[in-house]
């Protein structure tokens, strides 16, 4: 690689292998979400914000779509919808998926990632809603999915007037991190008579669970993770070692905190007494 391409590499990817934190940001970076420069990860030596990038992770210029033309067809019409066909909103009433997305910023932030780039969860867990797409079970103390979703949201903003007197999404971050938190804890002060209707811990792993799939089903976050995509049909090679695939990227890591507004970067159990869950990782960015 030359000099200038060399340069414009760690532009546009961000650090180098060491770790050191870029020094100089591209324009469209450095413009783009300024009136939310407080939820943007810091670099944690300096402090200083890590701004938006087209692709967050450590697999810089790995593109899995780049592989589409060795996916079987119907595969690749498949993950190709995920990209260009957004689903239209068909559960959530106009109030509900305002509230929805609010609450899904903060389960899974996506600041990290330039607006172009960032993955439409909502949709996603509507059209699954919509559709009746379940698991095929329940716990019994829980209502169907359709109903225990517009149940919950009620639940977060019956909480959000309880604690701060205002709607959830007119809160700010760390406010919003503070009602969610009561739903982590299995513990929420207001809203009984729902939480009557079902547990509200497992409500928790639910909505968890959908932004999670919704997230890991879309190829931007296959990048992120340098997942190399589709096995079928052309399959993997490199089973041993934990080498990459010839398609493949290296994983250069670079150092990242979560914002100071943040609250959830804790590894702590979900609910308490006698259901809790213990986490397998304390968060995805």
Known sequence: ?????????RLINGPSR??????????????????????????????????????????????TLGQKDFWD????????????????IRFFSAEEVTLMEAVVDRLLPQDD???????????????????????????????????????????????AD??????????????Q??????????????????WKQMAVTHFWVQILSYCCEAYYAHPYAWDE??????????????LLNGEPEPWEKEERRYAWAPPPSCLSDADEAVGHGDITYLPGQAGTH
């Open 113 to 159: 990632r330039r607006e172009a780039y960032r993955i439409p969860i909502v949709p996603q867990i509507d059209k699954k809603l919509y559709e009746n797409i379940i698991p095929g079970y329940r716990y019994e103390d829980m209502p169907p999915e359709q109903e225990a979703f517009r149940l919950g949201l009620q639940g977060i903003q019956a909480v």
């Open 177 to 194: 991190d503070q009602v969610l938190l009561t739903l982590h804890d299995g513990k929420p002060p207001a809203g009984e008579e729902i």
């Open 225 to 238: 993770i340098g997942f190399g995509g589709p096995a079928y049909p052309r399959g993997y090679y490199r």
């Open 1 to 9: 690689m030359s000099r200038l391409g060399a340069f414009l590499d």
């Open 18 to 63: 060491d770790g050191g934190a870029p020094s100089i940001r591209l324009p469209e970076e450095s413009s783009q979400g300024e009136q939310d420069i407080e939820l943007w990860p810091v670099e944690p030596t300096t402090g200083q914000p890590l701004p938006p990038r087209q692709q967050p992770g450590y697999y810089p210029g790995y593109h």
């Open 73 to 88: 067809e119907a595969t690749r019409k498949l993950v190709l919808e995920r990209v260009h066909d957004v689903p239209a």
């Open 162 to 175: 309880h604690l701060f007197g205002k709607s959830f999404v007119d809160l700010g971050p760390t406010e």
